[in-house]
């Protein structure tokens, strides 16, 4: 496994004493108090040798989690910063629990250099709320035909360990054949945005009865799963690392549990609005809930879900895509694909797996943190809540609940279907490297 150390100004650099007071690693236990010192966890237990000077976080028992992993988002710096940009991305982000994010590469330029990509990396080390880890893309300005130089992005500042033309599909087989040659001698992974395209020409929703009824074109769930099915034999014949982004399908489902039974190293992430939402949402025509994979029907979410508690699928990403008010307040067939995701997140899981399902924490510390981490092989993330290790960490209160109002987010925009729904679990803190990022009732992130 390639060792991929991190250089460049990591921030924030770790600073005096902090205890997390009260608190309950993965929710288990009696609370206790964790001091943390010069960005690592020195100590937990019922009572700490901190400093007097120490910032000192009460809690009630909240819930500590090992800080979130998100390797999927879209954060939009280069290019389109009226509707995102790294400093906005970074406060949603460190909301939402993340320590780590990975901003996908469809950015204007695109990320297909070095330099592009050292940039993200360097800009968001600065803002220093979240370490954001550009993806790089896998074709030349996403062309489809022409691999980038995945040596060079990777062996750059950056460090860029994941590649992907997400937003378009690497349809042609022999550029994805190539691509997975050459990334086995980098160890990076590939994830792959499954559509094929001639499938789904001016389609803007799910295939089937809702779709139907709308007079919406149809996009149906074989332009994923042919391209699922092709890049997973793919990946058997000439190895490397392919990662399915955002499954959508029962069937998609059924294709990794057969990769996985065949030894194949394939592997996979769901949205948070693939698992709650459905099609049936679309009545209402609202662009706000198009998206790319669509929404799909009650029987795709239930697959899913099982697949998550089941380990089919590894882990969640929320493929958090912010576009303006005139880009989403339009015609249905016009509005661009894509939703926020990044700071309702954790909530919607947390809810709908733990006080609602059979999982508990432990499970939220492996799908949001820790495979995320080793899927991407992120070091310093995705750790275990113990002495020695990173203070790279979150606080969740599973007992407060907040409205979601797209306004009141930290991105940027406010395309969030979830408006005016009610969560019933918060983030309370955040703390990247020893350094509090976000902290609930603050009501604003803390200042780098
Ligand atoms: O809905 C989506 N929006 N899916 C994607 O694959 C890309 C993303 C975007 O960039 O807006
Ligand atoms: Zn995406």
Redesign the pocket.
Known sequence: MTDYPQVGPLSPAPREELVLSGVRPYGEGEPVDVLVRDGVIAEIGASVDAADDAQVLSFDGEILLPGLVDMHV?LREPGREDTETLETGSRAAARGGFTAVFT?A?TKPVTDDPSTAEAVWLKSQAVGLCDIHPVGSITKDLDGKNLTEFGMMADSQAKVRMFSD???CVDDPLIMRRALEYSKGMDVLLAQ?C?DPRLTVGAVAHEGAVAARLGLSGWPRVAEESIVIRDALLARDYGGRMHI??ASTAGTVGLLKWARANGIPLTAEVTPHHLLLTDEVLETYDGVY????PLREQSDVDALRQALIDGDIDCVAT?H???GSEEKCCEFDHA????LGLETSLPIIAEQFVLNGPCDWRWVAKVMSERPAEITRLPGHGRPVAVGEPANLTVVDPGKTWTVNGEDLASKSSNTPYEDMEMAVSVSATVLRGKVTALRGADQNVEA
């Open positions: 879209h996908m469809n997400d937003g378009k945005h559509e982004c955002h198009r998206v790319n994979p493929d895509a912010p576009h661009k694909p894509g939703m």
